[in-house]
Structures are given as structure tokens and as C-alpha cells.
């Protein structure tokens, strides 16, 4: 008996060992949180070049980190790319091509993807959801069952900042939940208490590092910006005086989160990645526009560069350079990968889309880590496609939200040269027919690989 109590000890006294040296480990990480803004148009940022916003905390984010140039949104929809950004896999690969219902009831990205949530819970992190989610309104495609052990915000693809009604259905569809529970914070400003919600999970997590991922649900519509900032922008036309008076509004916000940090004594060990989910909208809901694409062709909806091509800075005082910029191609798949290097962990098992960016925040030098670059949006007979490789891009049944009438029956596979126009004004399929032969069938493999 005195062996077999004493071996049982020795089991329990190896486990100890192991269970604290793990949670040693993990104290020692850093932290993680991603800002992931909605309908923010390419150049919506001083340090991006809009002269006419104040946006001094992306500003100050990029001075204490990395600003890409050729950052690209895993779809041009919501839903789609936050599967992507989520999963690390081109949205169609992860079963969500275009966006997925905003009713209760209804499933959206399966419940078999593997996101960064879960990646980050396994190794030790507390994990939290704030904001807006939109894949999935049942409880296995909702937060608390993809990998986040705290979830706040709204599962459909937009609300009232006020009420949490649903903005464009009824009847009186109200969206607000906690931990896959409905609750009720009628008259109380979204952003401020996304900002209460960001600062607790920050508070309560002393022993083990967080990840938090904001998903910010501004500058979509509804364009609820503060009276401070409506009033700063009064002069502007519309509709641009409504969509900055709301970008103002977002800066503001993200700017009391880094305050929070560094009052903590967190933000040296924070990996903070800022980034927008895809262009600005053109929408009806968003007053026919108000975004900066810049030179940029299209908007939401479509894969011309205006509809992908997005701001996005990580920032890791403690760790990467500050003030640099990288004009090397990414995507937002390739946060997963680059992320759970940086926190040291294992990378998974399953097939990534995305890459590790860490060599290109490293060296400025570095080459771009993808060979070639594939969007799918939507799916059937006719979704819309491109593939990228160097500076050619080939769009496949394309769309342009701003311009619909400038594309004719002739443009079904337009092909452009980054490099030569970055507008994308001009068709050049007829003109390289070697080029389009390749990107075509390099679509086709693409295409075949993402299939079930």
C-alpha cells in the first residue's frame, strides 16, 4: 500500500510539475488584440492619407508599429472575411463564401473550422469575443463554441447602436448577447460599452495572457458617430461628413483601449493587430458611400482593389520595429499563422491558406510569403473570383459597385497590372493572351482544390 500511495504521489507531484510549468509558460506570452473595424475604406487614416480625418490613434499605432501597403482583406463581404481572418483559410475553403443569415436560428460558418480562438484557448489563453460576430446565430456557430470563453456583441450583421435592433429587418429584431444569452442595454452607446467590455477581459486576465478579438462594428451603417465628432465634421459634404464623423468616433474608442493598456502595464507586451474587414460601402444604408479608396477601383461587394486592399498595422512595442512601413503582399489568413508564431506556439495541424508574415516583419526586405493570392466571392455558376500573382490580377465575372455600368459583357475575365496601372481602369486580356492563359488555369487549380 505504502508503494502504491507513494507512486501515486509521485504521478500527482509530475503532473503538478507540468500543469504550473505550463501555466508559467503561458504567463510569459504575450498578449493578443485584434481590432477588426467594418466597411473601412483603403485610405481611411491619416497615416494612410486622408487629409481631411482625425485619426490620431491609428496614427500612433502605426508610429509604434508596421503599416502595410498591400494588405488584403480575405473577402470583400463580412462574413467571409472574418471566416478568414478567423480560420487562416480562404473563406470558401472554410465553408463561408459570401455572407451568412443575420436571423436567429440560422448556422453560418460549420462548426468543424478551427479558429484562432480555439488555437489560442488550447495553449493557455483567455479568450473573449466583443462585438459583432456574424457567422452563425445557433448556439454551435455562435462565440462560446469556437474557441472564445467570453463573448459580447451581436451575431447579425448590424445593429442600432442604441436600441441593439437589428437595422434594416423586422420585426423587432433585437441582437445583443452575453455568453450565448440575451441581454438588454437599451439607451447605452455601443462603442462605450465595447470599451467597458475590452477593459474588463483585460483586467481579469493577470495570471494567463488574453486575446481578444474586437470586432468593432464601425464605420458600417448605422453611421452613429458621437455629437463631438458630428460637429467636427459639419462642414464636410455628405456623405463623407457622416462616415468620418464615425471613423473619429472608432479612433477615439480603439485610442481609450491602448490608454487602458498602457496604464496597465500591458501594452509593451501586447501584439495589437488593427485592421478593416474590407472596403468602404456604397450602400444605400451608407448614404451611396463616403469612404477614400484613393486611386482605388470598386468598394464592398466586389474584388477590384478598392473592395480588398485595407489598412492594417500591427504594433509590438516590446518586440517588432516601429515606424516601418511593408509594401509586400498579405491577406488577413495570414494573421493566424503569424500570430501563433509570435506567441511561440505550435502551429496546427490542418491546411492553412495563410502564411507567417514574421519574416516580412523581421526584414522590410523580405520577399512576399504567397507565390499567388485567391479570392472566391459567393458561389454557384458565377461568384466572382480573382487570382494574384506578382502584379498581375485576374478578376473572374467581376462586379464594381461604384461604376456597375462601366463593365460590359467583354470584361468577364479582365485582366491588370498592378504595377502599370494600379486603377485597374483598363481590360489588358487581349493584350497579354500568355498571362490570362496562365492566371486561368491557375484559377482552375485554385477552384478545384477549394471543392468538398
Not at 503532473?15 to 504575450?30: F, H, K, N
Request: charged fraction near 20%; aromatic fraction near 10%; charge should be negative.
Amino acid at each position: 500500500m505504502r508503494v502504491r500511495m507513494g507512486r501515486l504521489g509521485g504521478m500527482f507531484l509530475a503532473l503538478a510539475a507540468v500543469v504550473l510549468g505550463s501555466e508559467a509558460l503561458a504567463a510569459d506570452r504575450p498578449n493578443v488584440l485584434m481590432i477588426y473595424t467594418d466597411d473601412q475604406g483603403t485610405l481611411d487614416a491619416n497615416c494612410y492619407g486622408s487629409t481631411d480625418l482625425v485619426t490620431p490613434n491609428f496614427d500612433r499605432l502605426a508610429d509604434t508599429g508596421i503599416r502595410f501597403t498591400q494588405m488584403y482583406a480575405p473577402s470583400a463581404i463580412c462574413s467571409a472575411s472574418r471566416a478568414g481572418l478567423l480560420t487562416g483559410r480562404y473563406p470558401a475553403r472554410a465553408g463561408v463564401p459570401s455572407n451568412v443569415s443575420s436571423e436567429k436560428g440560422q448556422a453560418g460558418m460549420p462548426a468543424s473550422e478551427i479558429t484562432i480562438a480555439e488555437v489560442m484557448q488550447q495553449n493557455g489563453y483567455r479568450t473573449g469575443h466583443v462585438g459583432k460576430w456574424h457567422l452563425g446565430y445557433t448556439p454551435p456557430t455562435m462565440p462560446n463554441a469556437q474557441g472564445f470563453a467570453s463573448s459580447f456583441g451581436h451575431m447579425g450583421g448590424c445593429i442600432d447602436n442604441y436600441s441593439y435592433f437589428f437595422y434594416w429587418n423586422g420585426p423587432n429584431r433585437h441582437d445583443l448577447w452575453r455568453d450565448g444569452k440575451e441581454i438588454w442595454l437599451d439607451g447605452t452607446y455601443f462603442g462605450d460599452a465595447m470599451v467597458d467590455e475590452c477593459r474588463r477581459l483585460i483586467n481579469e486576465s493577470e495570471q494567463e495572457p488574453f486575446f481578444i478579438y474586437w470586432a468593432i462594428n464601425w464605420p458600417h451603417y448605422p453611421m452613429q458617430g458621437t455629437a463631438k465628432w458630428r460637429e467636427h465634421y459639419a462642414d464636410l459634404p455628405s456623405p463623407r461628413d457622416k462616415y468620418a464623423a464615425f471613423v473619429s468616433s472608432l479612433d477615439e474608442r480603439i485610442g481609450l483601449i491602448v490608454d487602458h493598456l498602457e496604464r496597465t502595464g500591458k501594452r509593451d507586451n501586447t501584439i495589437l493587430v488593427l485592421q478593416s474587414d474590407h472596403g468602404h460601402s456604397v450602400e444605400e444604408r451608407a448614404f451611396f458611400g463616403g469612404g477614400n479608396p484613393g486611386p482605388y477601383r470598386g468598394a464592398k461587394g466586389c474584388l477590384f482593389e478598392g473592395g480588398i486592399r485595407v489598412p492594417a498595422i500591427v504594433s509590438w512595442p516590446s518586440k517588432l520595429p516601429q515606424g516601418e512601413v511593408r509594401d509586400q503582399m498579405a491577406v488577413g489568413c495570414d494573421w493566424l499563422p503569424t500570430l501563433v508564431e509570435l506567441a511561440g506556439l505550435d502551429m496546427p495541424a490542418h491546411h492553412l491558406d495563410g502564411k507567417s508574415l514574421v519574416p516580412v516583419l523581421e526584414d522590410p526586405q523580405a520577399p512576399t510569403q504567397h507565390k499567388s493570392l485567391y479570392w472566391q466571392l459567393g458561389s454557384g455558376k458565377r461568384p466572382q473570383w480573382v487570382v494574384r500573382k506578382g502584379p498581375w490580377k485576374l478578376l473572374g465575372n467581376p462586379t464594381d459597385r461604384r461604376e456597375p455600368k462601366s463593365l460590359t459583357d467583354h470584361d468577364q475575365l479582365f485582366l491588370a497590372n498592378l504595377e502599370m496601372d494600379e486603377t485597374e481602369s483598363e481590360n489588358l486580356a487581349t493584350q497579354y493572351p500568355d498571362i490570362l492563359a496562365e492566371l486561368v488555369e491557375l484559377q482552375q487549380g485554385y477552384a478545384t482544390g477549394l471543392e468538398p
